[in-house]
């Protein structure tokens, strides 16, 4: 017969002593009285027997055990039968398959099936028993950390998930690990939307690389918690000013990443704005506010210090803890917590630093016993409502803190605490500052009445206005347009009902004019003018340039106000200009094509001279027919490249690629070229791959012995600085100035000459400042704003 344990509730009085409960399964009568021997002798072990799995499966609904140990062939069930029922049921307590059967596939399917270690029966009864006992100690522990983590990770979900901050882990590479609910609720986006992207792709790019440096300094640990603000893009394509306090805790278990904490400070952003210009004698609270960041910034120096290292087996639920502690401490809102008795027994720093009241002067206490003013706000029944299972927010009240002297505006979110096992223990708080909104408030409020008394003078001034001001709708519909506006297209007020874009233009423009509204309406803003044609009420046309700005109306998109202005003389010179250029270059070709075969014909027929039996003054005379005729040629073929200079639009053009461009039609030269790092674009006309053309051509003519050239690229005060530069003979100092004129030089003296025009279109210069006999150094400048760096953040 087994030996049978005593009943469950006697042996969860044995557990107390023996501490582990082991319920032992096996067909065999004697080794399980020798096993129940080995263990309880210990005094670690209580170990209940049985020889029937079906047994065995009522005794662990029965509950009270930490362990099973199981063999594996057993007349009812083996043991891989018996532990699938157990896994089946839902039960998660640690099984430990001990069998004589050695084969490899049972060992498989026991781990396959949920088993946390295999032992096989055979050899010494000590070490057999001596490794049995500790591979049940070791998985009760194990198991005990997991629940111990899981309990961890449920407290702290359920905080995660109640606060309005955004709390989010970067990993080592700078993607994003987890994003905390509040960013679907602040910013829209749906679940996951986040899960491996780069958070900087939503930031405003104005902010982008200052935000990069802090977040770098951040994973080199050189941060010590100092606060970002920058602005954060919206689903709808807003962008919302957001703080971020950000903490490096890239190898620690449970985390391994970089948490950051962020709450939404449009609001604050906007109440500064109108305090800085109004409203000086704030300034006193903002210098409250830096020293509140201050000493956040301080705790968090603090935290950094603090951080242990963890036994093996404890790393994950004492990283889970210290990650809990760091993300109540950092949040910059009051995290408090109940119990059922709505006693204190979580007070966050925040709150210290709200109300000068140490933690440990509250814990036990009551909230409406404690703040008066919070029983006023109607907090305790709210707070009754959290313990039946709501999550409640309190409206905007007063506060008084006798013991710092402290007065403000508060609110209060109060959801219910859950154990592990779903059951309500209590309340937790979030306490919101709102004394800034407030202020915030009254000074909106004061602003507007403002507004609406300067009202008839901004109408007068839109009535009276030279420029066409229109209101459309995001269909392109208009609403409104000025008098100005009006008397361009030849309407009247009562026409403005059946007027829109595709009244006024119509084809390729009207794809532009749709597109721009959608552009407009996503990203609150159009950099740029935009050239239409409109119709006017008699047949006519119109050419103007116009550019539109966003009305909001509750925060969403309303209306788009346009200026636009008549440009219709200005496009029809220069559809004249372009026009006569096109006849001139036609004249230009036909000419040069004539020049040139009479020119043929020149020197064809100077060659065919015969010159020796001509005596020395002819000779003299031919030659300088010749070198004549050669000059002209060379002029001719200068006309070819000159014409269509400043033809073309300016385009930005890579640097790097244009040198590597130019020197393909160089590779039979055996010189070395050094290409730079890094990478600009220059705004230049499209005739610029020329210039380092002629650059390069000048320095294999005439730099005597040339091995290497090289381009570099830096940023100077006067802009970007682009440097060609060879190892030969250099230029002569008094001529540094004189080789970009016309005619100077051996040759026909036009290829620097051509290279100071090419540049001079889009106001780029150049100039000469190599050392005579160690090299040439042309220095080309291209002023800011017309270049840009190619490397993004």
């Not at 993607?175 to 939307?193: C, Q, V």
């Not at 109540?328 to 709150?351: P, Q």
């Not at 937790?428 to 004061?446: R, S």
């Not at 006067?718 to 540094?736: R, S």
């Amino acid at each position: 017969m087994p030996i049978r344990s005593p009943s469950p509730i006697i042996r969860t009085k044995c557990k107390a002593f023996f501490m582990i409960s082991v319920l032992y399964v096996d067909d065999e009568i004697a080794l399980l009285e020798i096993c129940k021997l080995f263990l309880e002798r210990t005094g670690e072990f209580s170990v209940h027997t049985e020889c029937s799995p079906q047994q065995a499966l009522d005794s662990l609904r029965e509950g009270g055990y930490d362990a099973v140990v199981s063999d594996y062939q057993m007349p009812e069930m083996d043991g891989i039968e018996f532990l699938k029922k157990v896994r089946e049921s839902g039960n998660s307590i640690p099984f430990i398959t001990f069998t004589g059967k050695g084969r490899e596939e049972i060992a498989i399917a026991a781990f396959e099936n949920g088993a946390d270690f295999y032992l096989q029966k055979g050899g010494d009864p000590k070490s057999q028993f001596a490794e049995l006992a500790h591979k049940i100690r070791k998985s009760v522990e194990q198991r005990k950390s997991v629940q111990t983590l899981w309990e961890n990770e449920t407290r702290f979900r359920a905080l995660i998930q109640n606060t309005s901050d955004i709390v989010s882990i970067f990993d080592r590479n700078g993607s994003i690990l987890y994003i905390s609910p509040a960013a679907e609720r602040i910013l829209g986006y749906p679940d996951n939307y986040y899960i491996g992207k780069n958070p900087l792709d939503f930031i405003h790019p104005e902010d982008r690389d200052r935000t990069k440096i802090d977040l770098d300094e951040v994973y080199e640990k050189g941060n010590p918690g100092t606060p970002s603000e920058y602005r954060l893009r919206a689903v709808d394509g807003e962008y919302l000013w957001v703080e971020s306090v950000a903490i490096n805790l890239i190898g620690v278990p449970g985390v391994d990443g970089i948490v950051t904490t962020t709450r939404p400070i449009t609001e604050r952003k906007r109440a500064e704005e109108v305090l800085r210009k109004q409203h000086g004698e704030l300034h006193d609270a903002f210098e409250q506010l830096t020293a509140t960041e201050e000493e956040l910034r301080q705790n968090y120096e603090e935290l950094a210090k603090s951080q242990q290292q963890f036994m093996e087996s404890e790393q994950k639920v004492r990283a889970s803890e210290a990650f809990l502690n760091r993300v109540i401490t950092g949040v910059r809102e009051g995290i408090t917590a109940y119990d059922r008795e709505l006693r204190y027994i979580l007070w966050n720093k925040f709150m210290e630093n709200l109300t000068g009241i140490p933690a440990a002067d509250v814990s036990g206490k009551r909230a409406v016993d404690e703040f008066p003013f919070l029983k006023e706000a109607g907090a305790d029944l709210l707070q009754e409502r959290a313990l039946s299972g709501e999550t409640v927010e309190s409206s905007d009240f007063s506060f008084w803190i006798p013991q710092s002297g402290k007065k403000g505006w508060a609110r209060a979110i109060y959801s219910p605490m859950y154990d592990t096992e779903g059951t309500i223990i209590g309340v937790t708080g979030i306490i919101q500052d709102t004394t800034a909104k407030k202020v915030m408030e009254h000074v909106l409020q004061t602003t507007i009445e403002e507004l609406m008394t300067n009202e008839e003078r901004y109408v007068s001034l839109l009535e009276r206005s030279l420029d066409c001001i229109y209101i459309h709708d995001l269909e392109g519909n208009f609403i409104d347009a000025n008098p100005a506006a009006l008397a361009l297209l030849g309407y009247t007020k009562d026409d403005i009902p059946h007027l829109s874009f595709t009244s006024l233009i119509s084809g390729e423009q009207l794809i532009t004019a749709r597109e721009t509204i959608r552009t407009l309406v996503k990203s609150g803003s159009q950099p740029e003018l935009v050239e239409y044609r409109l119709q006017r009420k008699n047949g006519g046309f119109v050419d103007v340039e116009t550019k539109g700005s966003l009305i909001l109306h509750d925060e969403k998109p309303y209306a788009i106000l346009g200026i636009a202005r008549d440009i219709t003389k200005r496009k029809r010179a220069a559809e004249a200009l372009t026009s006569a250029n096109k006849k001139l270059n036609l004249l230009f070709g036909i000419t040069r094509h004539d020049i040139r075969n009479q020119l043929l014909a020149l020197r064809g027929a100077i060659d065919i001279i015969d010159t020796d039996h001509l005596d020395q003054k002819t000779r003299k005379l031919i030659g300088i027919a010749q070198k004549a005729a050669e000059t002209i040629n060379a002029q001719i073929e200068f006309t070819k490249e000159y014409e269509y200079l400043g033809l073309k639009e300016p385009r930005w053009q890579n640097v790097s690629g244009l040198f590597r461009h130019a020197t393909l039609q160089f590779l039979m030269f055996d010189i070395s070229l050094d290409m730079p790092v890094d990478e600009y674009e220059i705004f230049a006309d499209p005739l610029i791959e020329k210039v380092f053309y002629n650059l390069l051509d000048n320095a294999l003519r005439h730099g005597s012995n040339v091995t290497r050239i090289s381009l570099s690229c830096h940023e100077a005060d006067t802009g970007l600085k682009i440097l060609v530069e060879d190892n030969g003979q250099g230029v002569p100092d008094q001529d540094k100035q004189l080789i970009f004129q016309q005619n100077f030089g051996r040759n026909t003296g036009l290829g620097l000459f051509l290279t100071r025009e090419i540049l001079a279109i889009t106001d780029i210069t150049i100039r000469e400042t190599g050392t005579y006999g160690k090299g040439a150094r042309f220095e080309i400048t291209v002023p800011k704003g017309a270049y840009r760096s190619e490397v993004q953040p």
